[in-house]
Nanobody, 119 residues
Framework: QVQLVESGGGLVQAGGSLRLSCAAS????????MGWFRRAPGKERELIAT????????YYADSVKGRFTISRDNAKNTVYLQMNSLQPEDTAVYYC????????????WGQGTQVTVSS
């Protein structure tokens, strides 16, 4: 079992930055990849970034490409999402999730952290 805890959300003005953290515990050595998702009010869940533990390859959704950076600290079993140039449309609950296999399904989810960007 993998447990995920997000932190770092909050209120920020447009143009500002936040760094989200996702600390993983449990059988983290089985993790294949980590992902960051968000759900904005009235919208469906959106995959915004992924990172493979082995090799560190990344993926970004077009909506955040060039502004957000996913990274990791393997020693701490933690993945980060650095969010720059935040805009009001980035307001959402942000979730981290873990893939334990290469099948593409995210098996474990954190509780989410609220990010609110004011104009």
């Amino acid at each position: 079992q993998v447990q995920l805890v997000e932190s770092g959300g909050g209120l920020v003005q447009a143009g500002g930055s936040l760094r989200l953290s996702c600390a993983a515990s449990g059988r983290t050595f089985h993790n294949y990849a980590m992902g960051w998702f968000r759900r904005a009010p009235g919208k469906e869940r959106e995959l915004i970034a992924t990172l493979k533990w082995s090799g560190g390859s990344t993926y970004y959704a077009d909506s955040v490409k060039g502004r957000f950076t996913i990274s990791r600290d393997n020693a701490k079993n933690t993945v980060y999402l650095q969010m720059n140039s935040l805009q009001p449309e980035d307001t959402a609950v942000y979730y981290c999730a873990a893939q334990t296999t290469s099948l593409g399904r995210y098996d474990y989810w954190g509780q989410g952290t609220q990010v609110t960007v004011s104009s």
